[in-house]
């Protein structure tokens, strides 16, 4: 093995135990403050891309945040697993605070492992904080970085999170842009807002989010209607209570997720003529929540603002027929695949709750566009190849730089 792979990660009292075996592999430190089974959307989109470039022969290393119960260090899927320390209170959200911390641990731990590694690119999700890090470490030891923004790090994306920490780290924030070898985003709404706040064109690559489109298999559906989303206000599910208000569906209706606006929404479910579940928060990759999907006749996605909503891409997968707010990122996932509803409109949901509830032919007929548009457009395979050209240009087109 060459000195570059002979590491704190290999070889006798190495912290994961064995030698790896990386001639001729892409080596990748990805940068992450959430990694499953922490966070939301971008978690299990994280895992997904870093295994994708582990089966196409890249060594991929991810440095994430600690929490109670799960290892510091670990290997999954091929993808080594490095969690530092951080105050960090819940599985589902993080705050601010919360983040800063993490800042100050990443930046510790990744700096030793660019130095012993031998990294050829740095991947951050988000440009804040993950690129504060990756944009320090690319400075100090000439490493380029990628940046995949997935929306709460982009100003003015999230009406009711992070609008103070935006308006303090704006400086920071324009050059983890300004620096970036590569940007990339998973919907043509949320690059052009990165490009507003930015204030200049800029070349953002276009790689959507996507699914094992085997993910959860088909089955008998029920009469029921599924939302999946941190219980947030913005995220809409006071609209779909409201929907089902005075309207008795004959189905029922489950409702996964956790957050802040959880005890304000099982007031509100009390009184229902429908009957609805809180089955709090569910990891994605739990054969509960599978299950909920694979009944489920219909999606709701009342969502007020989005990027590119990863569970619109399950519920495609499931073959529900969705019900989602008229959002340019919806369209983006969903073509025509759907039926949609202005932001905050409950009479449109309601209406177009009450007609696929009666019609099992267009719940049939929307299933399968949403079958079709996966294979054709959302695979893993698919996104994973787009990923390693782009790495590949990235690595290729700055080898033998040096350190600025």
């Known amino acids: 093995m060459s000195e570059k792979g002979a590491s704190i990660f290999s070889g006798k009292g190495g912290i994961l135990g064995r030698m790896v075996d990386t001639s001729g592999a892409r080596r990748i430190l990805v940068l992450n403050y959430e990694y499953p089974p922490l966070g939301g959307g971008s978690s299990p989109v994280t895992q997904a891309v870093c295994q994708e470039l582990v089966k196409q022969g890249n060594r991929v ?11 510091a260090l670990e290997e999954r899927g091929g993808v080594r697993i490095v969690r530092v320390p951080c105050l960090r209170k819940a599985r589902h959200i993080c705050h601010a605070r919360e983040l800063l911390t993490w800042v100050i641990s990443a930046y510790v731990r990744a700096k030793r492992l660019v130095r012993s590694e031998g990294y050829d690119l740095i991947h951050s999700h988000f440009f804040f904080p993950s690129g504060v890090v990756a944009r320090r470490l690319s400075r100090s030891r000439g490493v380029p970085y990628v940046v995949t923004s997935h929306g709460s790090d982009v100003p003015g994306y999230n009406p009711d999170r992070f609008r103070a920490m935006h308006r303090f780290l704006g400086p920071f924030w324009r050059s983890v842009v300004r620096d970036a070898a590569a940007i990339t985003s998973p919907s043509q709404w949320l690059a052009e807002l990165i490009e507003e706040n930015y204030g200049k064109p800029l070349d953002i690559e276009i790689i959507p989010n996507g699914i094992d489109e085997h993910w959860v298999e088909e089955g008998r559906k029920e009469r029921s209607v599924l939302f999946v989303s941190r219980l947030l206000r913005r995220k809409g599910a006071q ?53 909920l999907y694979r009944k489920s006749s219909i999606f709701a996605f009342p969502s007020l603002a989005e990027n590119f909503p990863v569970s619109l891409l399950e519920a495609m997968v499931a073959g529900c027929a969705i019900v989602a ?16 509803f202005a932001p905050g409109d409950v009479q449109g949901l309601r209406r177009h709750l009450v007609e696929l509830t ?40 700055t080898a033998g730089a040096p350190a600025s």
């Open 61 to 71: 290393d991810v440095v994430t945040m600690a929490f109670r119960g799960l290892p």
């Open 239 to 291: 609209f779909l209570l409201q929907a089902l208000s005075d309207v008795p569906l004959g189905h029922e209706v489950h409702i996964v997720g956790e957050g802040p606006y959880r005890a304000e929404l099982e007031r509100a479910a009390k009184d229902l003529p429908n009957p609805v579940t809180f089955h709090g928060w569910l990891e994605n990759d739990s054969a509960a929540l599978a299950d």
């Open 325 to 340: 707010t008229d959002l340019d990122s919806c369209h983006e996932v969903l073509g025509d695949s759907a039926r949609y």
């Open 358 to 397: 009666e019609n099992q032919a267009a719940r049939e007929q929307l299933a399968a566009a949403a079958r079709e548009r996966i294979r054709g457009r959302f695979t893993w395979s698919r996104i994973g190849r787009r990923y390693q050209d782009l790495f590949e240009s990235v690595a290729g087109s």
